[in-house]
């Protein structure tokens, strides 16, 4: 890349494309055009921990120390999220819900900000894949866990935010509207 002299790290940039960070900038790079097509600033960045595209790399989770930032593919910020406890890892789900784990949870975020916690944890988990409403995980010894989840919470939020009337009412006629949700 002509006039760059100084990249601290590396990162996935979804099809065709790569991340670079420098200090706290994060630049995403085209490698059909050669050219730098989308850049942020923050000072979370000096803690990046890990870039995670959704199946269709159209959002990325920006994993920090104790902060997500979801941007789209252009890498303009849709939400950020700040966490009390270090964020272990994150995947997506098939839905575009980001599912993270801190040091006692498993929690999900939603594209628009909206989270949650999903389960209760005893040990510390490194998120690795999701399918359906089983979180595949690993410790610190490298043990394989399976965690199963409710996903429910998310999946109404979801079906309200998509204005999908149906699944709504399906929600409420089955009487699994999560938690205290309002309607």
Request: charged share 25%; aromatic share 10%.
């Amino acid at each position: 890349i002509p006039g760059l002299t100084e990249v601290d790290e590396l990162f996935d940039g979804g099809i065709g494309k790569f991340l670079f960070k420098q200090k706290t900038q994060i630049k995403l790079y085209d490698t059909v055009s050669k050219q730098v097509v989308g850049s942020s600033e923050e000072m979370a960045f000096k803690k990046l921990i890990d870039a995670c595209w959704n199946k269709t790399s159209s959002l990325c989770a920006l994993v920090c120390k104790k902060s997500i930032f979801v941007f789209n593919k252009s890498l303009q910020r849709t939400t950020r999220i700040n966490e009390g406890y270090k964020i272990q890892g994150a995947v997506w789900t098939e839905e575009n819900v980001l599912v993270y784990s801190t040091y006692n949870h498993i929690k999900y975020l939603l594209p628009n900000g909206d989270n949650g916690i999903l389960k209760s944890i005893d040990t510390i988990l490194y998120p690795l894949e999701l399918k359906q409403n089983i979180v595949y995980c690993v410790d610190h010894n490298g043990e394989l866990f399976k965690e199963t989840i409710d996903n429910e919470e998310y999946l109404f939020k979801l079906s309200i935010k998509n204005t999908n009337i149906k699944k709504v009412k399906e929600f409420i006629k089955n009487n699994k509207t999560p938690g205290n949700s309002m309607i």
